[in-house]
């Protein structure tokens, strides 16, 4: 029997373990502008944008002074933050790079514009911005057509 999960089914939060709570607050926080919805010392953070109980949960339970997993094993690849507009895209784009935090990689994928970075843990992060579904390409069946090109960082920029 098949079984297709509820269309209205969200991804609710993410949870990172990470080697110091501080570190990564000044980044969740400080960079991206995530607000402190509550703290449990130097062991746990919950973070949100707009006041929810929390999008992501930073940790060091398990992790404190840890280090990333090497290149080519399983784990995290990246937790996507979805922006409301290109504007605030540009914005945090510019924010990252007023941080001297570099950018792994950056792509127009059609339906998205996104960039890539990394967390001071290593933990792959994604910042972006749906287009519209009516602007998103197609193939002559319909169906999304995705694809990964050069995004233009100089012209987003200029939307900050």
Not at 77 to 82: D, G, K, N, P, S
Not at 89 to 109: F, N, P
Not at 135 to 157: K, N
Request: proline share 7%; hydrophobic share 40%.
């Amino acid at each position: 029997m098949s079984y297709s999960i509820p269309p209205g089914t969200r991804i609710g939060h993410v949870h990172l373990k990470v080697a110091d709570l501080d570190r990564a607050a000044a980044f969740y926080c400080g960079v991206l502008g995530f607000e402190v919805q509550a703290r449990y010392g130097d062991q746990a953070l919950f973070i949100s944008a707009g006041g929810y109980h929390h999008h992501i949960g930073l940790n060091t339970w398990e992790s404190r002074g840890g280090t990333p997993p090497p290149p080519g094993h399983t784990g995290l690849y990246h937790t996507a933050i979805l922006y409301p507009t290109r504007r605030d895209l540009a914005q945090a784009l510019h924010r990252v790079q007023a941080a001297g935090i570099a950018l792994t990689g950056a792509a127009d994928h059609g339906v998205s514009e996104a960039l890539y970075l990394d967390d001071p843990d290593g933990n792959g992060v994604e910042l972006y911005r749906d287009r519209p579904p009516e602007e998103w390409p197609r193939d002559a069946q319909g169906r999304i057509a995705m694809v990964t090109r050069r995004l233009d960082l100089a012209g987003l920029l200029a939307e900050a």
